[in-house]
């Protein structure tokens, strides 16, 4: 099934003007979409596919944020070791 999804989204990503990396991560987007539905019904779990994928935007955004704080304290840390060295002299 999740196969077929994933070929499903090649198909769509095609209509809708997806090419490369975008139309691969648009069909991987779908296939996982359908299996984590498919594993949800099999437990008896009620969430809409609107739900699912605000959770997965969410994630995204979490995990971009994270990414910046952390570039962001390393800039922290190579300012102040050039700080260090500047008034060391």
């Known amino acids: ?6 070929l499903v989204g090649i198909w769509a990503a095609k ?10 991560a648009y069909s991987d987007d779908l296939a996982k979409l359908s299996r984590i539905r498919c594993e949800f019904n ?3 779990v ?3 596919d609107d739900q699912v994928l605000h959770i997965k935007s969410q994630c995204r955004l979490d995990e971009g944020n994270k990414k910046h704080a ?6 922290d840390v190579a300012l102040a070791q050039i ?7």
């Open 1 to 6: 099934m999740v196969r077929r999804n994933k």
């Open 70 to 75: 952390m570039r962001a304290a390393a800039s």
């Open 42 to 44: 099999a437990a008896g």
């Open 46 to 48: 009620v969430r809409s």
């Open 15 to 24: 209509r809708l003007g997806l090419v490369g990396e975008s139309a691969k």
């Open 83 to 89: 700080g260090r060295n500047f008034w060391s002299k």
